[in-house]
């Protein structure tokens, strides 16, 4: 069975930073696509960034030049480096891990908090 842990979430004042890790065990297939979505309340989940197992990144307008996504593919593991934090930003944030379209998998959550 797949599961995915997030941590790193907090409490940050706007323009601060925070660090969200993922940890996916119990696949035996490799992630073609680890990444972050986010959702606040009363809105939908909105998807952050995600990197490909080449390489390859993808953010949202919201946060391109503000958050950094990077992985270790030995590691199953995927981090999202949050910079100059804003309090729009504020939202429980989830972690994706997709080995195919129909094999997605999410993390449980972590909650940041962006104060003004």
Same mark, same amino acid.
């Given at each position: 069975?797949?599961?995915?842990?997030?941590? %790193?979430? %907090?409490?940050?004042? @706007? #323009? #601060?930073?925070?660090? /969200?890790?993922? @940890?996916?065990? %119990?696949?035996?297939?490799?992630?073609?696509?680890? #990444?972050?979505?986010?959702?606040?309340?009363?809105?939908?989940?909105?998807?952050? @960034?995600?990197?490909?197992?080449?390489?390859?990144?993808?953010?949202?307008? *919201?946060?391109? #030049?503000?958050?950094?996504?990077?992985? !270790?593919?030995?590691?199953?593991?995927?981090? /999202?480096?949050? !910079?100059? /934090?804003?309090?729009? !930003?504020?939202?429980?944030?989830?972690?994706?891990?997709?080995?195919?379209?129909?094999? @997605?998998?999410?993390?449980? %959550?972590?909650?940041?908090?962006? *104060?003004?």
């Amino acid at each position: 069975q797949v599961q995915l842990v997030e941590s %790193g979430g %907090g409490l940050v004042q @706007a #323009g #601060g930073s925070l660090r /969200l890790s993922c @940890a996916a065990s %119990g696949s035996t297939f490799s992630f073609v696509v680890m #990444g972050w979505y986010r959702q606040d309340l009363e809105k939908q989940r909105e998807f952050v @960034a995600a990197m490909y197992i080449n390489g390859i990144t993808k953010y949202a307008d *919201s946060v391109e #030049g503000r958050f950094t996504i990077s992985r !270790d593919n030995a590691k199953n593991t995927v981090s /999202l480096q949050m !910079d100059s /934090l804003k309090p729009e !930003d504020t939202a429980v944030y989830y972690c994706k891990a997709i080995v195919d379209p129909s094999r @997605a998998y999410w993390g449980q %959550g972590t909650q940041v908090t962006v *104060s003004s």
